[in-house]
């Protein structure tokens, strides 16, 4: 009977922790591509049993509230309208993408500045709607969740997964300046290698190009720790009824799942908390449309070239769109171009407009040759998943830093949306095609990407129910987090250190000065005698 | 057609990339239990069909040549006799064991710097044995191997893999105050909160604390620049045939397999080429020899004690052996004592002394209650992985730090092997069995050793196929290894600015300085008038 028991003890051990009864999830989340990742992630948790709860505000563009949904959503009625948001988001883009080369670069950075302040504004106000809500913190803690999923993007998930007193993990992609993640997450980020995020650096630097590093890294620290730092810091202290701040709040998420991998980001430090999950949303292409199918296979041997510049342009120039529209007519492939606002007047007979497309059935389908991108990290990963070559054209947020990896990495060619030609156009498409290196690295980097110990999405789920059998992922949560940041670089231990040594010199140097003039007048007294 | 491709070609990319063809293994391993957790990854890799060819010295002290092995051995005929190795190894026990409490911090820390040189010049002798020998070098070169393992304890791992144009991967346990893998492995360590190796702390310091790692840190790299770099820089440019050093050569290393893990280690920053496999040697336990299984079940609901100081400390002295005899002797448990010594001469009825036990089995026994352990990494990998709270006996080498490290998670009691007694062990035993803190911790460090998404062998085994498959892991390796150490900490940027600010603040000053003398000058001339 031991022998037995030796055998199933620890079988019954993996067991026990290795299994996770269905849990309860909330999601703080944020909307349009950052929920599209997000989402992909909350299927899994729904096909693996777990129930999943959304606080979704009314103002959230993406979410269509009267579709059915496997999630569990919990409007919150906030007083924002989606024109409002709307408008915001337009506003960002128009800036980012047009009037950025016409503004100075102080008038650019207030006027980005001011919409961030918008943003912010609009994200205290769903943040007083959930958290000054009594009945509905009722409601939320009467449902017994085991645990938060965030996106740190908008401010108050971990304050509200601190008040339910509820772990909470965390599903990011970057900060400008990796300032959160450095700041608040502990992740050690040397300016000498690792660039800032959203500065357009890569992992090899001149000189010149780590000075500018290190100070769009502070510069970043000042801004956050001036605006959003402290417009938080009372409000989460206030609520909580004890002194804290925002940044001590964001140390408490037990997991850092980063939207990213290896593949798409140039090697740096990390902590045991951090994972790197980039493309957990890529599946195996499924079928197109029959209509679609048809029209991809009219293509030939020169096969196809997919052009979409996300869910957030809606709408260029008439001057622009047909620019555009007369570039991909010059090209031998067939171009299948997702876009939702007014059609160019002339349109190549290779060309055919959707308002939406299955992008990652396309850029899977063999015949796909190249894609051109505004560069959102959901649709980087597709390429990379599918091992296709880019053509970069980034508008604004995390787009030029994407685009900017890819083009380190040798898989893409970049377009500026201000200045590019239909020949640039026509150039880029057909240099990523006919250029056999890109269309290597494109699938290299796809190897790197599909040959992980672990897919990306189930070390995220893992992690996510790990923390739900747990209650907590402490073992990995870095003692640096109880320091304060001079403590943290040492530099009280280094300030001692230098006064004992001042201190050590100033003694030796008073003790031989008192010394020799001790001999000088030993000497002196013995020449007068 | 084209639809069944789409389907196919993920797969495709993932059988292609996932699969690996049978490959060569040359492997550059270390004596004693460095030797048995490597065998474990090799055993691995034997069972999934790929060829292993071992590089071992003649001095190598516990690999019997005799004895048939699933290895291809390389017997490598040096002028080192094994009793020599011996001899210094008990030196070294000696010294650490016994001597250390008997002489001053000076004379203890010149009498371990001298065997550290010994043991270093036999390494120097069986590496210009192999990379001298230019018959033995072609042997290898012909053979195709596909990469190199090496455990970077002795140096010349990287040389040979070097020499012969193969990449190569590190398992390791540690080196003092983490030298080797900060200076050579890049990664980050700051003193504030990532306790040096061998110094004995945890992450958590007071002021004093973090000073004294801080030095610990200086003083090693101190030692490690001035001895053992010193040492081979030259060699390795000579036999590279170009300007190099050991340090340099080392960063080429695609993978360092560590031999802990989270369950063990305080959370601590790490790079994506570095991965934490603790524990990879572990097993469940197979059912024990009758007569030892008669003797274990005999010990009712006591349970039993299992006792060993491992392969390398063979004799106590008569008197700590008694002393050691009389203690197991009050306990309620049967003990199962490991000891190849001299048997004691009164030896409790509830003790029995074997000259090998197996350890593992015994430690994943029902019965086992506590496990008395000079503290070595595999062995308190078994006891992690069984759930099993440790009286810890520390010696030399890792084993102190290795205690701390349980003794700070709190499955572990410390004891000194110097000046314990009778009662000291007896109470320790007591502790750690009825004080229910400690089983509740190991289960729950247990828990966490188990409940990783892929196990620590598979996850080894998986970077070595890896790298096989790819021929390198270079998208994992951070650029940090091309810049110089004042780079690095940006300290070149910094003495920029600063020169900038004051030439700056400068400037202002005299501009100030001139303007105020000019109104000055012209005020008396106005005055005058």
Same mark, same amino acid.
């Given at each position: 009977?031991?022998?037995?028991?030796?055998?199933?003890?620890?079988?019954?051990?993996?067991?026990?922790?290795?299994?996770?009864?269905?849990?309860?999830?909330?999601?703080?989340?944020?909307?349009?591509?950052?929920?599209?990742?997000?989402?992909?992630?909350?299927?899994?948790?729904?096909?693996?049993?777990?129930?999943?709860?959304?606080?979704?505000?009314?103002?959230?563009?993406?979410?269509?509230?009267?579709?059915?949904?496997?999630?569990?959503?919990?409007?919150?009625?906030?007083?924002?309208?989606?024109?409002?948001?709307?408008?915001?988001?337009?506003?960002?883009?128009?800036?980012?993408?047009?009037?950025?080369?016409?503004?100075?670069?102080?008038?650019?950075?207030?006027?980005?500045?001011?919409?961030?302040?918008?943003?912010?504004?609009?994200?205290?106000?769903?943040?007083?709607?959930?958290?000054?809500?009594?009945?509905?913190?009722?409601?939320?803690?009467?449902?017994?969740?085991?645990?938060?999923?965030?996106?740190?993007?908008?401010?108050?998930?971990?304050?509200?997964?601190?008040?339910?007193?509820?772990?909470?993990?965390?599903?990011?992609?970057?900060?400008?300046?990796?300032?959160?993640?450095?700041?608040?997450?502990?992740?050690?980020?040397?300016?000498?290698?690792?660039?800032?995020?959203?500065?357009?650096?890569?992992?090899?630097?001149?000189?010149?190009?780590?000075?500018?590093?290190?100070?769009?890294?502070?510069?970043?620290?000042?801004?956050?720790?001036?605006?959003?730092?402290?417009?938080?810091?009372?409000?989460?202290?206030?609520?909580?009824?004890?002194?804290?701040?925002?940044?001590?709040?964001? #140390? @408490? =998420?037990? *997991?850092?799942?980063?939207? $990213?991998?290896?593949?798409? %980001?140039?090697?740096?430090?990390?902590? &045991?908390?951090?994972?790197?999950?980039?493309?957990?949303?890529?599946?195996?292409?499924?079928?197109?449309?029959?209509?679609?199918?048809?029209?991809?296979?009219?293509?030939?041997?020169?096969?196809?070239?997919?052009?979409?510049?996300?869910?957030?342009?809606?709408?260029?120039?008439?001057?622009?769109?047909?620019?555009?529209?007369?570039?991909?007519?010059?090209?031998?492939?067939?171009?299948?171009?997702?876009?939702?606002?007014?059609?160019?007047?002339?349109?190549?007979?290779?060309?055919?407009?959707?308002?939406?497309?299955?992008?990652?059935?396309?850029?899977?389908?063999?015949? #796909? @040759? =190249?894609? *051109?991108?505004?560069?959102? $990290?959901?649709?980087?990963? %597709?390429?990379?998943?599918?091992?296709? &070559?880019?053509?970069?054209?980034?508008?604004?947020?995390?787009?030029?830093?994407?685009?900017?990896?890819?083009?380190?990495?040798?898989?893409?060619?970049?377009?500026?949306?201000?200045?590019?030609?239909?020949?640039?156009?026509?150039?880029?498409?057909?240099?990523?095609?006919?250029?056999?290196?890109?269309?290597?690295?494109?699938?290299?980097?796809?190897?790197?990407?599909?040959?992980?110990?672990?897919?990306?999405?189930?070390?995220?789920?893992?992690?996510?129910?790990?923390?739900?059998?747990?209650?907590?992922?402490?073992?990995?949560?870095?003692?640096?987090?109880?320091?304060?940041?001079?403590?943290?670089?040492?530099?009280?231990?280094?300030?001692?250190?230098?006064?004992?040594?001042?201190?050590?010199?100033?003694?030796?140097?008073?003790?031989?000065?008192?010394?020799?003039?001790?001999?000088?007048?030993?000497?002196?007294?013995?020449?007068?005698?």
């Amino acid at each position: 009977m031991s022998v037995k028991w030796m055998l199933v003890f620890p079988l019954l051990l993996v067991f026990f922790v290795g299994s996770t009864s269905t849990g309860n999830v909330l999601v703080w989340p944020v909307d349009f591509s950052h929920w599209l990742n997000m989402k992909a992630i909350l299927d899994e948790l729904i096909a693996r049993g777990h129930q999943v709860t959304v606080l979704v505000p009314s103002s959230f563009l993406i979410m269509n509230f009267s579709e059915p949904s496997r999630f569990q959503v919990e409007v919150i009625s906030v007083p924002i309208e989606k024109e409002d948001m709307e408008t915001i988001l337009q506003d960002f883009v128009r800036i980012s993408a047009y009037e950025r080369h016409e503004l100075s670069f102080w008038r650019f950075f207030m006027k980005i500045f001011d919409l961030m302040k918008e943003l912010l504004h609009r994200n205290r106000i769903i943040c007083d709607t959930v958290l000054l809500n009594e009945k509905l913190l009722k409601k939320l803690e009467s449902a017994h969740f085991n645990i938060l999923i965030s996106d740190p993007v908008t401010a108050c998930g971990e304050l509200v997964a601190e008040k339910l007193h509820l772990p909470f993990i965390y599903s990011f992609r970057l900060s400008s300046g990796n300032t959160l993640e450095r700041l608040c997450g502990g992740i050690p980020s040397p300016p000498s290698y690792v660039p800032a995020s959203l500065g357009g650096l890569t992992d090899r630097m001149t000189f010149l190009q780590r000075m500018g590093n290190m100070l769009f890294y502070l510069s970043q620290d000042i801004v956050f720790q001036h605006v959003l730092f402290k417009q938080w810091d009372t409000f989460y202290s206030e609520v909580l009824g004890r002194p804290t701040t925002f940044c001590e709040t964001m #140390t @408490k =998420a037990e *997991i850092w799942l980063i939207r $990213t991998y290896w593949d798409f %980001e140039f090697p740096r430090p990390l902590l &045991p908390n951090f994972e790197f999950v980039g493309g957990l949303h890529c599946q195996p292409a499924k079928p197109l449309p029959e209509e679609m199918e048809k029209f991809v296979q009219s293509s030939g041997e020169h096969g196809i070239v997919v052009f979409s510049l996300g869910s957030i342009i809606k709408n260029l120039t008439d001057e622009k769109s047909a620019m555009v529209a007369l570039a991909l007519s010059q090209l031998p492939q067939k171009v299948i171009w997702r876009y939702k606002g007014k059609r160019p007047e002339k349109l190549g007979a290779n060309t055919r407009v959707y308002d939406w497309i299955p992008q990652n059935d396309l850029l899977g389908h063999p015949k #796909t @040759k =190249a894609f *051109i991108t505004h560069g959102g $990290t959901n649709g980087i990963y %597709e390429a990379i998943y599918h091992g296709i &070559p880019m053509v970069g054209i980034p508008m604004f947020g995390d787009q030029p830093d994407n685009i900017g990896h890819m083009k380190a990495k040798g898989m893409a060619v970049e377009l500026n949306i201000h200045t590019m030609t239909a020949k640039d156009l026509v150039d880029a498409v057909n240099t990523v095609i006919h250029n056999a290196t890109y269309k290597e690295n494109a699938v290299r980097i796809s190897q790197i990407h599909h040959d992980q110990p672990i897919k990306p999405l189930d070390r995220a789920v893992f992690w996510i129910e790990f923390v739900m059998r747990h209650k907590s992922a402490k073992h990995l949560r870095v003692a640096a987090h109880d320091l304060t940041w001079y403590q943290y670089h040492s530099l009280d231990v280094i300030a001692f250190l230098i006064v004992c040594i001042a201190l050590f010199v100033f003694i030796v140097v008073k003790c031989c000065t008192f010394c020799c003039r001790k001999c000088g007048s030993i000497r002196k007294k013995t020449k007068k005698e």
